[in-house]
């Protein structure tokens, strides 16, 4: 074998595994969740992993990072879902640290899946699915707890409970 085809072969191999990586990865940032107002708001982190021959983070002030999709999930339930129509530029949402996505206002671009339900105190996930203008992949999620009411609601860790699957509130 040749030397240098022997010295692109690590290459190669770190090439393939760092896009192994980002496919294996189910976030590449938190997301962040907050009261603001009464209102339940929905956020990004500052920054995100990227993928690549080597690995990195990125920051979103750094970026322009559109939302294509938004899911909102209960244990059993979905309470709210919005995505790009098939096919079309994602939407003209762009993520910005410390911007807030108010739970259940419609956004521009994006497409109503599933209508918002009335929020109650328990167990959510937030996903929000984005990409850069580098067309990088910039997803990010957070699972947290919802207490209190409307008008007076709380955002909180969740937790799991010891040796099982499932998440709980503190009460």
């Known amino acids: 074998m040749p030397n240098a085809l022997k010295a692109l072969l690590p290459i190669l191999a770190l090439a393939v ?6 496919m294996s990865r189910h976030h590449d940032g938190e ?12 956020g990004a982190a500052e920054t995100y992993e990227v993928s ?5 983070s990125a920051r979103l002030d750094q970026n322009q990072v559109d939302l294509y999709a938004l899911q909102v999930n209960q244990p059993s339930t979905q309470a709210w879902e919005l995505s790009a129509a098939q096919g079309k530029k994602p939407s003209a949402v762009r ?10 206002q419609p956004l521009a671009g994006l497409e109503t899946q599933v209508p918002p ?3 109650a105190p328990g167990v959510y996930e937030v996903f929000l699915q984005a990409s850069d203008q580098k067309n ?6 957070k699972r947290f707890c919802l207490t209190g009411e409307a008008g007076a609601w709380m955002v909180t860790q969740a937790r ?5 699957q ?3 509130c503190d009460e």
């Open 17 to 22: 595994l760092g896009q192994g990586h980002a």
């Open 31 to 42: 997301a962040r969740v907050w009261v603001n107002d009464g209102v339940l708001c929905l």
């Open 52 to 56: 690549g021959l080597l690995s990195s």
């Open 95 to 104: 993520l910005e640290p410390g911007g807030c996505i108010e739970y259940g």
């Open 117 to 119: 339900r009335p929020l």
């Open 136 to 141: 990088r992949r910039a997803w990010f999620y």
């Open 160 to 164: 799991r409970e010891t040796g099982k």
């Open 166 to 168: 499932s998440w709980h």
